[in-house]
C-alpha cells in the first residue's frame, strides 16, 4: 500500500497516525478511570458506567444550549463549565445510587452486576423519556473544532489534544487523591480489609459513598469530553462500556497503573492494526490477543500484592 | 388514479378541537385521492364480500398494526416512521377510511430485539387478525418476522431502504433497494466531480457490506478504482485511524456506510482531522435529515447523500406533507428518506384495497402491481410487480442547518431490481 509515496509522506501519515493512537489511549484511560476506581477499588461490578458518562454528555448538552441562549459572550468557555456540572451531577447521582443500591450489595459482588445492568436499563428510558429517543447534537465552541498543522503535511486533531491534556490532568489528580491524601489512604485501606479499617476508626460507609461518588463523577466528566468526539443518545453508554470493562480487566482490576498500561497497550494495537488491517479484523485480533493473554495471567497485567 | 383534487369534505365529530386542527391541516395537506361519499362504499361492499379470511373488519373499522422499536437503541430511527405512519393514517380516517371503514392502529413496540418482533408479528397476525401492518425497519429485524408473514399470511410495508436480495408475496418495499440508491449516485459524481478513485467505509453488517459490493462492481466495471474499502463493527467510535488511512490514499470520493452512533463519531473525527468537505467529496448512503440531528449541520455540511426523498424537496405534495407533519408531530421535526417511505404505506395500501375492493391478503398481493401514487412527497410513485417501487434517485448536499439542497434527480424512475444480475 506504499508505492508511490514519497519518504516525506510516509513520515507525516506515522506521525499523524502516532497521534491517533495516544488519542485513542488519551480515551480509553479516562473512560477506564471512573471504573477502574469502582470496580478495582471496591470490587462494584458497575454495568451503568456508560450511563453515568451519557449523563455528564446531556449536562454538556443542557449548559451548551443554555449558556448559547442566555449568555452567548461565554460560548467560547462554555465546556469547562459544562464539565464542573457534569462531575457535580454525576457524581451526585452515583452517591445516591451507592445509598439507595449498592450499599446492600457489597457483600455480594455478583449481584451488583445484575443490580447496575438493571439500573443501566432504568437510566437509558429515562433518558429516553427526557430528552427523546432520537441522538442530540451537541453544539462545540469553534476553538475545539478543526485541526493544527503542525508542518505542511501533519495535521493534529485539537480535540484531540484537548482530551489528552484533559486526560493527563485527571489522572494527576486522582494519583494524588488515592496516593498521596490522607482519604486516599482510608479508601485503600477499606479496600484491603474493611472490617479492621473499621477497627481503626475510619468510616467505611463514608469512604464508599465519596468513592463510588468520584467514579461516576470521573466518568461523567469523560461523557463530556466525548462529545467532541462521539454520539450523544440515549443508548450511546452502551457504546463505550465494553472497551471499558477490557482495559481494566486487561489491566488487572486493583491496580490504577495496569489500568494505564493496558489502556496504552490495546490502543496502540488496535490503532496500528486498523491503520494496517481492517477495522474489524483489528478488533478481532486486538480481543483475540486480550483473552489469549487472560488465559496466561488470568489477574491481568498488573497485581497488586495483599496478603489475603 | 387520475383527479389532483379532491374534496375533504367536513370534519367528524368528536375528536377533541386541538387534534382536530392538526388533522384539518393534515387534511389540507392531502395528497389526491378520489373519494365516494362517507360510508357509501361500506353498504356497497358488504363485509362478507370484502373479507373472506376472518380479518379483524367490521361493517365500519378495519384494524392494522404499526411493529416498530419504540424502545431501545433503534427507536432512534423508527419514531419517525411510526409518526409518518400514523399521520398518514390520520389523513385517509379524516377522508373517510378505506373502503367506507375507519382505521383502527393497534401498535406494538419491536423494543429493538429481533426475536420480539416476531413474537409481536405473530400476535398482530393472529389474535388481533390485522388487515396490514406498517413496521420494521433494519434488515434484521425483517428478516425475523418474515416467516411469521408468510406463514400467517399477512401484509407487510417495509420503509426503509435496504439491501435487496429479497422478495416475498407478503411484504410491500417502499423503500429503496440496493440498485437504486446507489448507481444513480455514482453516475452522478462520476459525471459532475470526474471521479475516478473511491473509498468505501461502512459498518460491519449486511446492508453496508451488501451495498458496497454493488458499488465496486459498478465502479470497476466503469474502469474506476476503489482503493480502499473498510469495515468497522457498529457502535466503533475511533476513526483516526482510518482517517490517516483516507489521507494516504487520497481518494476523489469517500464513499460511506457507517450507521448509528458510530456514524456521528465518524463525521466529527473527520472535520477534527480538517478534512474539509466542502473540498473532499463524500458520498453517504446512510445520513439523512435524522442522523443529520445528532451528527451536527455543521460537522457534515458540503457532504453529498444519496436518497430519494429529502424535506427540502420543492413540490406541492412535499410542502404539504411538510406542513402537516409539523402541525401534528411538532415545528422542530425533521423528515428523513425512511420517515417519507413510511408515509407512503398506509396509502399505498389504501389504494390498494380499493383497487381490490377486498381486504383479503391474496388479493391484495396480485393487486399491488401497478399500483400508483400521485400523491407521494416525493412524487407520482408506482408499485412493481416484484413489490417494490419506481422511484427516482436523487443526489443532496448538505447544509450547516440540517437540511439537504437538491442538486440532482434522475429524470425517470428508477426500475427496481431487487436482484441485479452482474452484481452479485
Redesign the interface.
Known amino acids: 500500500?506504499f508505492e508511490g509515496?514519497s519518504l516525506a509522506?510516509l513520515g507525516s501519515?506515522f506521525a499523524?497516525?502516532g497521534?491517533?493512537?495516544l488519542?485513542?489511549f488519551s480515551?480509553f484511560v479516562l473512560m477506564a478511570l471512573g471504573l477502574a476506581i469502582i470496580f478495582g477499588q471496591m470490587g462494584v461490578i458497575n454495568m451503568a458506567h456508560g450511563e453515568f458518562m451519557i449523563l455528564g454528555a446531556y449536562v454538556t448538552y443542557l449548559c451548551s444550549n443554555f449558556i448559547s441562549s442566555t449568555a452567548p459572550a461565554l460560548f467560547p468557555a462554555y465546556f469547562f463549565i459544562a464539565m464542573i456540572l457534569a462531575f457535580v451531577a454525576s457524581g451526585a447521582l452515583g452517591m445516591l445510587v451507592e445509598w439507595g443500591m449498592i450499599r446492600f450489595l457489597y457483600r455480594r459482588p455478583l449481584d451488583t452486576l445484575l443490580a447496575t445492568w438493571g439500573l443501566s436499563l432504568i437510566l437509558q428510558?429515562v433518558f429516553?423519556s427526557v430528552f427523546?429517543?432520537?441522538?442530540?447534537?451537541?453544539?462545540l465552541p469553534d476553538w475545539l473544532?478543526?485541526?493544527v498543522?503542525v508542518t505542511d503535511t501533519i495535521?493534529v486533531?485539537?480535540?484531540?489534544l484537548f482530551v489528552m491534556a484533559l486526560t493527563m490532568g485527571i489522572t494527576a489528580v486522582i494519583y494524588a487523591v488515592m496516593f498521596r491524601s490522607r482519604w486516599g489512604q482510608g479508601v485503600r485501606a477499606v479496600m484491603q480489609n474493611r472490617t479492621m479499617a473499621g477497627a481503626v476508626g475510619i468510616n467505611t460507609e463514608k469512604v464508599d459513598r465519596y468513592t463510588f461518588g468520584l467514579g461516576c463523577g470521573i466518568a461523567g466528566v469523560a461523557g463530556s469530553a466525548?462529545t467532541?468526539?462521539?454520539?450523544?443518545?440515549?443508548?450511546?453508554g452502551?457504546?463505550?462500556i465494553v472497551d471499558t470493562f477490557l482495559v481494566v480487566v486487561f489491566g488487572g482490576a486493583q491496580s490504577l497503573v495496569g489500568t494505564i498500561a493496558s489502556a496504552f497497550t490495546i490502543s496502540q494495537a488496535?490503532?496500528?492494526m486498523?491503520?494496517f488491517l481492517?477495522?474489524?479484523t483489528?478488533?478481532v485480533l486486538t480481543l483475540l490477543t486480550v483473552v489469549v493473554i487472560l488465559m496466561l495471567r488470568p489477574q491481568g497485567l498488573f497485581v497488586l500484592k495483599v496478603r489475603r | 388514479m387520475s383527479s389532483d383534487k379532491f374534496d375533504a369534505g367536513k370534519p367528524v365529530g368528536g375528536l377533541p378541537s386541538p387534534l382536530r386542527r392538526k388533522l384539518l391541516l393534515g387534511m389540507a395537506a392531502l395528497p389526491a385521492v378520489g373519494l365516494l361519499p362517507r360510508g357509501a362504499l361500506a353498504q356497497a361492499l358488504p363485509t362478507d364480500a370484502v373479507n373472506t379470511t376472518k380479518l379483524a373488519v367490521t361493517d365500519s373499522t378495519v384494524k392494522v398494526g404499526i411493529l416498530h422499536s419504540?424502545?431501545?437503541?433503534m427507536?432512534?430511527s423508527e419514531?419517525g416512521s411510526v409518526q409518518a405512519e400514523k399521520l398518514a393514517i390520520a389523513q385517509i380516517n379524516e377522508m373517510g377510511g378505506v373502503l367506507g371503514r375507519k382505521i383502527e392502529v393497534i401498535q406494538e413496540d419491536g423494543a429493538s430485539d429481533w426475536p420480539t418482533f416476531a413474537e409481536k408479528a405473530r400476535k398482530l397476525l393472529v389474535e388481533d387478525k390485522v388487515a396490514a401492518v406498517f413496521g420494521c425497519w433494519t434488515s434484521a429485524s425483517r428478516k425475523a418476522v418474515l416467516p411469521v408473514f408468510e406463514q400467517y399470511n399477512g401484509m407487510l410495508y417495509y420503509p426503509t431502504f435496504y439491501e435487496g436480495l429479497e422478495q416475498s408475496k407478503n411484504v410491500i418495499y417502499t423503500g429503496q433497494e440496493a440498485t437504486q440508491q446507489i448507481l444513480a449516485g455514482l453516475d452522478w459524481v462520476t459525471k459532475e466531480k470526474g471521479a475516478k478513485s473511491f473509498f468505501l467505509i461502512g459498518s460491519?453488517y449486511i446492508w453496508p457490506r451488501t451495498s458496497n459490493k454493488i458499488a465496486r462492481k459498478h465502479i470497476e466495471m466503469k474502469g474506476q478504482k476503489v482503493v480502499g474499502?473498510?469495515?468497522?463493527?457498529l457502535?466503533?467510535?475511533?476513526f483516526?485511524?482510518?482517517?490517516?488511512?483516507i489521507?494516504?490514499?487520497k481518494p476523489d470520493v469517500i464513499y460511506a456506510s457507517v450507521v448509528?452512533?458510530?456514524?456521528?463519531?465518524f463525521y466529527?473525527?473527520m472535520?477534527?482531522?480538517?478534512i474539509d468537505l466542502n473540498k473532499q467529496v463524500l458520498m453517504t448512503i446512510s445520513v439523512t435529515e435524522?442522523e443529520m440531528?445528532?451528527?451536527?449541520?455543521?460537522n457534515i455540511a458540503g457532504a453529498y447523500a444519496c436518497m430519494k426523498y429529502f424535506q427540502s424537496l420543492q413540490n406541492p405534495n412535499n410542502e404539504k406533507f411538510v406542513a402537516a407533519f409539523k402541525a401534528m408531530w411538532g415545528a422542530n421535526s425533521v423528515i428523513g428518506d425512511v420517515t417519507q417511505a413510511g408515509y407512503l404505506g398506509p396509502w399505498l395500501w389504501k389504494l390498494t384495497v380499493e383497487k381490490a375492493k377486498s381486504f383479503d391478503i391474496d388479493k391484495i398481493a396480485v393487486a399491488s402491481e401497478g399500483i400508483e401514487f400521485s400523491g407521494a412527497p416525493e412524487g407520482y410513485v408506482r408499485v412493481h410487480g416484484n413489490h417494490h417501487l419506481w422511484s427516482k434517485t436523487r443526489v443532496g448536499r448538505a447544509r450547516p442547518d440540517g437540511q439537504f439542497d437538491v442538486v440532482y434527480e434522475t429524470a425517470d424512475l428508477i426500475e427496481p431490481n431487487p436482484f441485479p444480475k452482474g452484481y452479485q
Open positions: 500500500m509515496y509522506e501519515i499523524m497516525q497521534f491517533a493512537g488519542i485513542l480515551v428510558q429516553r427523546g429517543a432520537r441522538e442530540v447534537g451537541v453544539v473544532m478543526g485541526s498543522a495535521e486533531p485539537i480535540n484531540g466525548f467532541m468526539v462521539g454520539s450523544t443518545g440515549p443508548t450511546s452502551q457504546l463505550y488496535q490503532s496500528t486498523e491503520f481492517s477495522g474489524s483489528a478488533k | 419504540t424502545t431501545g437503541t427507536a432512534i419514531t460491519d474499502e473498510e469495515y468497522f463493527p457502535g466503533h467510535t475511533q483516526n485511524s482510518v482517517i490517516n488511512k489521507k494516504l490514499t448509528g452512533g458510530s456514524n456521528v463519531a466529527k473525527q472535520k477534527a482531522a480538517g435524522d440531528l445528532g451528527i451536527g449541520g455543521e
